[in-house]
C-alpha cells in the first residue's frame, strides 16, 4: 500500500459519502471514538442498569404473588400472566445487560433467531409428541 | 477517526482490515466484518445455546405428568419460596456484571474487582442454593432414575448448573487477571463477552423458573 493510499484512508478520502451505508470502509469510517467495534451507541451509565434491576426486582415479585393465586384465579390467566411477565424480563435482561439496544443489529438478528426459533420448533414437537405419548 | 490497515502479503493481501479505535491487533476486538468477531462468535453460540436448552425444557414439559409414574411429583417437592430467593440472588448478579463492565469500560479497577467477585459470590450462592434443593429432593425420594420427572428435571436444571459453574470460574478468571494488573480498559471487551455468557444463564433461569416452578401444574 503507497503512503498516499494510507494517508487517505487515515485522513478520510473524501469519498466516504458515496459510499453504501453498510460498506465496511463507510461503517469503520464512521464509527464514534470511544465505542468498541460492534457497538454503535454508548452504553447507558450505571444509575440506569440499577434501574433496570429495580423493576426485574419488582417483576419477579408479581411474578410469585401471582404464582401463589392458584385456585382464586382461573389457572388460564395465571399461565398468560406469568408467561408475559417472564417475555418482559428477559427482553429487558437481554435489551439493557446484554446491550442488544446499544449494539449493532446484527446480534439482535443473530439472538432474536435462536430466541424465536427454541421455542417454535419445540411447540411443535410438544403438540406431535404430546398426543403419540398419549396413545 | 478509525484507521482501517490493509493486509501486506500472504492470503488476503489487499484485504481491508479495520483496527480496533485504541488498541490495535487485540485478538478479542479484531474483525473481518465491521463488527467483532469474538463478540459474533459469543452471540453466535448464544442463539445455539436456545435450542440446546429449549430441548431440555420441552423434554421436561413432555415428561414431568406422564402417568402410570412412581414416586414424587413436582408439587411433593418443590420449595417455591426458597428457589425464588436463589432466582432474586442469579438476577441480581446480572446487574453486578453491568457494574463491573461499566467500571472496566471507564478504567476503574478497584470496583471492577470487587463487582466482578460480587457476580461469582452471587453465582456460587445460587449454585450451594441448588445443591441444597437436589440433596431435599434426594431426601424426599426424587432421584434422577426416580421416574420421568425426576430425570428431566435434574438434566434440566443440572446443566444450566454446568453453564453457571463455568460461568464462575471464568468470572474469577477475570478477577485473577484483573488482581494481576493484566486487565486493562482496552480489554473491556474480553469482560462485555464474559458478561453475555452470563446474562444469558441469567435469562434461560428466567425462562426456566417460570416455566418449571411456577406455572400452574
Request: charged content about 15%.
Amino acid at each position: 500500500m503507497s503512503d498516499t493510499e494510507t494517508q487517505e484512508i487515515e485522513q478520510g478520502s473524501g469519498h466516504e459519502a458515496d459510499l453504501p451505508q453498510g460498506d465496511l470502509a463507510y461503517r469503520m469510517a464512521h464509527a464514534a471514538p470511544n465505542l468498541l467495534p460492534g457497538e454503535v451507541k454508548a452504553h447507558p451509565d450505571p444509575w440506569q442498569y440499577v434501574v433496570v434491576a429495580v423493576v426485574l426486582a419488582v417483576i419477579t415479585g408479581v411474578e410469585i404473588a401471582v404464582s401463589y393465586m392458584e385456585g382464586d384465579i382461573p389457572d388460564g390467566l395465571i399461565v398468560v400472566l406469568l408467561l408475559a411477565m417472564m417475555v418482559v424480563k428477559f427482553i429487558l435482561v437481554a435489551s439493557w445487560f446484554m446491550h442488544l439496544r446499544t449494539d449493532q443489529p446484527v446480534f439482535k438478528r443473530l439472538f432474536i433467531v435462536g430466541a424465536i426459533a427454541a421455542p417454535l420448533l419445540y411447540l411443535v414437537v410438544l403438540a406431535t409428541l404430546h398426543g403419540v405419548l398419549a396413545s | 477517526m478509525a484507521t482501517v490497515e490493509q493486509t501486506p502479503t500472504g492470503p488476503g493481501a489487499g484485504e481491508l482490515v479495520p483496527a480496533r479505535h485504541d488498541d490495535p491487533g487485540t485478538a478479542a476486538n479484531s474483525t473481518h466484518t465491521g463488527v467483532a468477531n469474538a463478540k459474533l462468535a459469543m452471540w453466535l453460540f448464544l442463539s445455539s445455546d436456545c435450542l440446546f436448552f429449549g430441548a431440555f425444557i420441552a423434554t421436561y414439559l413432555l415428561y414431568r405428568d406422564r402417568p402410570g409414574q412412581t414416586g414424587p411429583t413436582p408439587q411433593d417437592v418443590y420449595n417455591i419460596p426458597f428457589t425464588s430467593v436463589t432466582s432474586f440472588i442469579l438476577l441480581m448478579s446480572s446487574l453486578t456484571m453491568v457494574l463491573a463492565l461499566a467500571a472496566v469500560q471507564r478504567g476503574d479497577y478497584r470496583r471492577f474487582r470487587i463487582w466482578i467477585l460480587a457476580t461469582a459470590l452471587f453465582g456460587a450462592t445460587f449454585i450451594g442454593g441448588q445443591i441444597f434443593e437436589f440433596t431435599e429432593f434426594t431426601r424426599k425420594g426424587l432421584n434422577v432414575d426416580t421416574n420421568l420427572f425426576g430425570s428431566s428435571f435434574f438434566i434440566l436444571t443440572g446443566i444450566h448448573g454446568t453453564h453457571v459453574l463455568i460461568g464462575i470460574v471464568w468470572l474469577v478468571a477475570l478477577w485473577g487477571l484483573s488482581m494481576q494488573s493484566r486487565i486493562s480498559q482496552s480489554d473491556s471487551e474480553r469482560v462485555e463477552i464474559a458478561g453475555l455468557y452470563w446474562h444469558f444463564v441469567d435469562v434461560v433461569w428466567i425462562v426456566i423458573f417460570t416455566v418449571i416452578y411456577l406455572l400452574p401444574k
